[in-house]
Structures are given as structure tokens and as C-alpha cells.
């Protein structure tokens, strides 16, 4: 599981009360995303969660901390979500079975992605909520790069998951190459490429037609998008 925003817990040690107590906004900076190291100057938003600072005009304390998926669901009823399962058993308690019932309890099926590290959790979670749209497993990501997706034991990943997400690299090796996105989109899969922070990435692979592109500077990414009158 992943570690609270000030970095100093796992997310699944502390009881929900506690962790809304945490800043959310701890390392945001504007425009930039999530910055370690930057001038204390920087983390304008850091701070107003816990009250040490106040809050900006048309914000609350509580836009800073930490919400939960169904406030989440409650409040971006028409926005698309890329939702993470981050772990299941034996690392943590698996929540698969939760998370498959709270996406049926709001109808969000066909504007949702559930994506996950750990195979055995997507499998899961794909057994639980086959109407809800999912990405390819790591194995299944790794069978494509290989050049050896669509063999026996990947059979019909196509038809159960309509994305494959990926970084650009992994350990060391290119992952993201024209040759991928083309094999991608034969196998009938849109490719998400994570985490691209940087103006130069994000030109490059929009010229590879990749599908999707998963960043926390969003601005930047609009207004790359605009200038090629994507969006």
C-alpha cells in the first residue's frame, strides 16, 4: 500500500479519522504537481488542511485533506476516474469485493478504469465487476512488450480490458515504443502511459498516438493538447 502524503505511514495502518487529519497537499505545488525538495515558498496549499495556514479564497481546509472513493463518486458524477488497486492479501486486507460494490452502487461501469500492480487483485477485482472496464495486468503488459501477446495463456486479455498502461521505462529498458502502440491497438487495446511530467514526453507521444496520458500536471498537458487543437 502506499504511503500517506507526508510520506510518513502506510495508508492501510491508520484508521480513516486519523488519516483525514493528513495533508493532502503537503508536497502540491501549482503547475508543477507533486515536488520533493522544492523552496518551503513553493507549497503555497501546505498546511491550510491541518489549519496551521488559512485557507485561499473559495476553498475549505477540507478541500486539502484526504477524501474518500465515495465522496470522490458523490462529487465527479461525470468525470472519467483511473482507479488503482494498490494491494491485496496476504500484503493488506483485500478490498476488491468493496471497491466492485461501491462502483455498481453509483452506475460507473463504462466511464471507469480499475487498474492494479498486482495481477492476482485485477483478477480478482475482474471476477467481481466484469461490467467495469479494466487494464491489462502486468503479466499482460509484459506478454505485449515481449511481442508475445495473444498466446495461450494471455487468450482473450483483449475482450476481459480495454487499456494497457505502462510507464515509458521500466528498470532500466524502453517499454513505450511506436512497435508497442501499434501492437496495442491490434490487440484492441488504448494505451495510458504513466507518469509523463515534462512538455517534450507528452509532444513525443501524442506523435505515437498513445490514448492516454496520466501526469499530475494536468495544465501542462491541456495546454499541450490545445496547441494541437486536440482538445
Not at 505511514?9 to 483525514?20: F, G, I, N, Q, T
Not at 513553493?42 to 481546509?61: D, H, L, M
Not at 461501469?109 to 487494464?135: G, Y
Not at 511530467?197 to 495546454?223: C, F, K
Request: proline share 5%.
Amino acid at each position: 500500500m502506499g504511503l500517506t502524503p507526508d510520506g510518513t505511514a502506510r495508508v492501510d495502518s491508520k484508521p480513516l479519522a486519523e488519516l483525514r487529519t493528513v495533508d493532502a497537499a503537503h508536497w502540491f505545488v501549482p503547475g508543477a504537481g507533486s515536488v520533493r525538495g522544492a523552496e518551503e515558498s513553493a507549497y503555497v496549499f501546505r498546511g491550510v488542511a491541518t489549519g496551521r495556514r488559512s485557507s485561499p479564497e473559495g476553498y475549505r481546509a477540507e478541500d486539502f485533506r484526504i477524501p474518500t472513493l465515495r465522496e470522490v463518486l458523490e462529487r465527479f458524477l461525470h468525470v472519467c476516474l483511473n482507479i488503482d488497486i494498490k494491494g491485496t492479501a496476504p500484503e493488506t486486507r483485500p478490498y476488491e469485493a468493496t471497491l466492485a460494490g461501491l462502483l455498481r452502487e453509483y452506475g460507473r461501469s463504462d466511464d471507469v478504469i480499475v487498474a492494479s500492480f498486482v495481477d492476482e487483485a485485477l483478477e480478482a477485482f475482474k471476477r467481481l465487476a466484469p461490467e467495469v472496464s479494466t487494464a491489462a495486468g502486468r503479466g499482460q503488459a509484459e506478454a505485449l512488450w515481449r511481442g508475445t501477446f495473444g498466446q495461450a495463456e494471455y487468450d482473450g486479455a483483449a475482450d476481459r480490458h480495454h487499456v494497457v498502461q505502462v510507464p515509458i521505462t521500466f528498470s532500466g529498458r524502453q517499454v513505450v515504443s511506436a512497435s508497442f502502440v501499434e501492437q496495442a491497438h491490434a490487440a484492441g487495446l488504448a494505451v495510458h502511459v504513466w507518469t509523463v511530467e515534462d512538455r517534450p514526453a507528452m509532444e513525443w507521444l501524442l506523435d505515437l498516438d498513445v490514448d492516454g496520458i496520466i501526469t499530475s500536471r494536468p495544465s501542462l498537458l491541456e495546454e499541450v493538447l490545445r496547441e494541437r487543437r486536440i482538445v
